[in-house]
């Protein structure tokens, strides 16, 4: 295979390759007959110390397909065990995809390289280890939405097109490899996949590399395991309040698709929900509903008891004195969830000061947005233009405008009762709620039929326009620009109503 050197500034260290002795299988990308570079994430280049200008054209199109491994990365498939749908799989690994290294960013941050769709490895069981192009571009524009959502994420640093079709349910579509960044890709799942085989000295090297990488302050303190247990639960728990509070909703959290980083990882049959509805579940292989949106909290729950029951033999020799550590960071987990999902909703709300009466003030909204299938993220945006005085667009979105009039009448009273304690008048203290709300409900999330109509495009005609203008409307969640207004409108209901998500593509 050929090597050559387009990126002179990444400068690999790859601790995971090196330290971890057997975690990962060396491994090389399938060679792309035709590689073509789709999208190049410009702004997280510059962040990785990468110069965007040397990577147009044949040599980034070569690197990001995988046919020019660069200077210094060591492609390795991991290994990873998982459970899918409360179904136990013990082992599952990269089976089309290759962490590159690690790289040090511009701001000293260690940050994985890893292809997504670069062809088998020894993990593939019967996949052809390929990806699509309109999956890939999907992972882009929802990992760069969440991002700009302040959301923890790995995101896409560029899709390449191999040139080779693919074969899928759909027929035969183009072929394209993904390179993500990650601040590592550690998942429950790796930790189960060395507690399966009853390897206690890889868990115990595992959960210290982790502990090295992600909490460095628990290094050598005599209670880390534990501690990195409550850090991982703290990481999910305002992970999964994040989520929850713009409507997203990700489809597939298998044990294998959860972090201990804490970032969101693996955008497969993800979608936001439109019209709120807590039991949305968009994804043709989720038929029990066990990953629709109200559920996320409880299976973060789920999978983070799985994470505990891997680390139970790190936690002391008395068995039962580790089951009780283990399980009093499981049953806090509830509880430190809804204060991360209330602090984001008193937000939402407009609201700076806690109040005994602000969850069931968000609740009751929720509520309302429920009876009447009122769009989520459209709602909570006009709630703004309701702080600075017009309640008029928030009406409108209900199929009777005066239904949210008593809540309505209720916030304002808690808003007056917030400004009466401050100096400026009503209406400044009205403009400024506003302004702040604006600051944290978006008014432009990917919506599913915008998401879907750019990747046809992309992947039946290559028309990559659609794409490139929902990626920079998903970049700016919170702009007001007249030109983003097509991509603040909810779906067609019945587009809604029949909208699947799909897996494994
Ligand atoms: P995912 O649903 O993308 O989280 O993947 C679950 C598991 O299936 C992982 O072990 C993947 O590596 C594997 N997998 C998914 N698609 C393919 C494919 N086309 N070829 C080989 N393995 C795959
Ligand atoms: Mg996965």
């Known amino acids: 295979m050929p090597t050559m050197d387009p990126i002179p500034a990444l400068r690999f260290d790859n601790t995971y390759a090196r330290e971890l002795e057997g975690f990962s299988v060396p491994w090389k990308p399938a060679l792309a007959p035709a590689p073509a570079l789709l999208f190049l994430n410009r702004p997280l280049a510059l962040e990785l110390g990468l110069e965007p200008a040397?990577?147009?054209?044949?040599?980034?199109?070569?690197?990001?397909?995988?046919n020019a491994v660069p200077?210094?990365?060591?492609?390795?498939?991991?290994?990873?065990?998982?459970?899918?749908?409360?179904?136990?799989?013990?082992?599952?690994?990269?089976?089309?995809?290759?962490?590159?290294?690690?790289?040090?960013?511009?701001?000293?941050?260690?940050?994985?390289?890893?292809?997504?769709?670069s062809g088998r490895t020894p993990f593939s069981r019967g996949g052809d280890g390929r990806a699509a192009v309109g999956p890939m571009l999907r992972e882009v524009l929802i990992g760069e939405a969440m991002h700009a959502l302040g959301i923890p994420t790995t995101r896409a640093l560029a899709v390449a097109a191999t040139g080779e079709p693919v074969m899928r349910e759909a027929g035969l579509l183009?072929?394209?490899?993904?390179?993500?960044?990650?601040?590592?890709?550690?998942?429950?799942?790796t930790f189960q996949f060395f507690?399966?085989?009853?390897?206690?000295?890889?868990?115990?090297?595992?959960?210290?590399?982790?502990?090295?990488?992600?909490?460095?302050?628990?290094?050598?303190?005599?209670?880390?395991?534990?501690?990195?247990?409550r850090a991982v639960a703290r990481r999910q728990a305002r992970l999964i309040a994040q989520w929850m509070n713009v409507g997203f909703i990700h489809g597939v959290m298998n044990t294998d698709n959860m972090t201990l980083s804490g970032e969101t990882i693996d955008y497969g049959p993800c979608a936001f929900v439109e019209a709120y509805d807590p039991a949305a579940v968009f994804?043709?292989?989720?038929?029990?509903?066990?990953?629709?949106?109200?559920?996320?909290?409880?299976?973060?729950?789920?999978?983070?008891?799985?994470?505990?029951?891997?680390?139970?033999?790190?936690?002391?020799?008395?068995?039962?004195?580790?089951?009780?550590?283990?399980?009093?960071?499981?049953?806090?987990?509830p509880g430190?969830?809804?204060?991360?999902?209330?602090?984001?909703?008193?937000?939402?709300?407009?609201?700076?000061?806690?109040?005994?009466?602000?969850?069931?003030?968000?609740?009751?909204?929720?509520?309302?947005?429920?009876?009447?299938?009122?769009?989520?993220t459209a709602a909570w945006r006009r709630l703004g233009e309701a702080a600075a005085g017009d309640d008029a667009p928030l009406r409108a979105l209900f199929p009777e405008p005066q239904a949210p009039g008593a809540w309505l009448?209720?916030?304002?009273?808690?808003?007056?009762?917030?400004?009466?304690?401050?100096?400026?008048?009503?209406?400044?203290?009205?403009?400024?709620?506003?302004?702040?709300?604006?600051?944290?409900?978006?008014?432009?999330?990917?919506?599913?039929?915008?998401?879907?109509?750019?990747?046809?495009?992309a992947s039946d005609d290559g028309r990559l326009e659609p794409f490139e203008r929902l990626l920079d409307a998903v970049r700016r969640p919170y702009d007001d620009a007249p030109e983003l207004a097509p991509y603040a409108e909810p779906a067609p209901a019945a587009v809604t109503a029949c909208y699947k998500t799909y897996c494994g593509t």
């Not at 040397?54 to 995988?66: K, N, P, S, V």
């Not at 990873?80 to 000293?108: K, T």
């Not at 390179?179 to 429950?188: D, E, K, L, N």
């Not at 602000?358 to 299938?373: M, T, V, Y």
Request: proline residues 4%.
């Open 54 to 66: 040397a990577l147009d054209g044949a040599a980034g199109a070569a690197l990001f397909a995988g």
């Open 71 to 117: 200077d210094g990365a060591e492609p390795v498939a991991q290994a990873y065990a998982g459970h899918q749908f409360g179904g136990f799989s013990p082992q599952l690994g990269d089976g089309r995809a290759l962490l590159l290294g690690e790289v040090l960013d511009a701001a000293g941050r260690r940050r994985d390289i890893a292809f997504k769709g």
């Open 174 to 189: 183009p072929g394209a490899v993904l390179t993500r960044v990650a601040a590592s890709h550690i998942r429950v799942g």
């Open 195 to 229: 507690a399966a085989r009853g390897d206690e000295a890889r868990v115990r090297a595992l959960a210290d590399y982790t502990i090295a990488r992600h909490d460095p302050e628990l290094v050598g303190t005599p209670d880390r395991y534990a501690g990195l247990l």
């Open 283 to 333: 994804s043709s292989i989720d038929s029990g509903g066990r990953y629709a949106l109200s559920n996320q909290p409880l299976i973060a729950r789920w999978n983070l008891a799985r994470l505990a029951e891997t680390l139970l033999p790190l936690l002391g020799d008395d068995a039962e004195a580790a089951i009780a550590q283990a399980t009093e960071v499981i049953d806090a987990f």
């Open 336 to 376: 430190g969830y809804a204060a991360e999902l209330l602090a984001g909703r008193r937000a939402k709300l407009g609201l700076l000061r806690p109040d005994p009466t602000d969850e069931a003030l968000a609740a009751d909204f929720l509520a309302l947005l429920h009876a009447g299938r009122v769009d989520f």
């Open 409 to 457: 009448a209720r916030w304002r009273a808690r808003c007056a009762e917030e400004d009466a304690a401050g100096s400026t008048d009503a209406a400044g203290a009205g403009a400024a709620r506003a302004a702040r709300m604006n600051a944290v409900n978006p008014r432009v999330i990917p919506r599913n039929h915008r998401v879907e109509e750019a990747l046809e495009a």
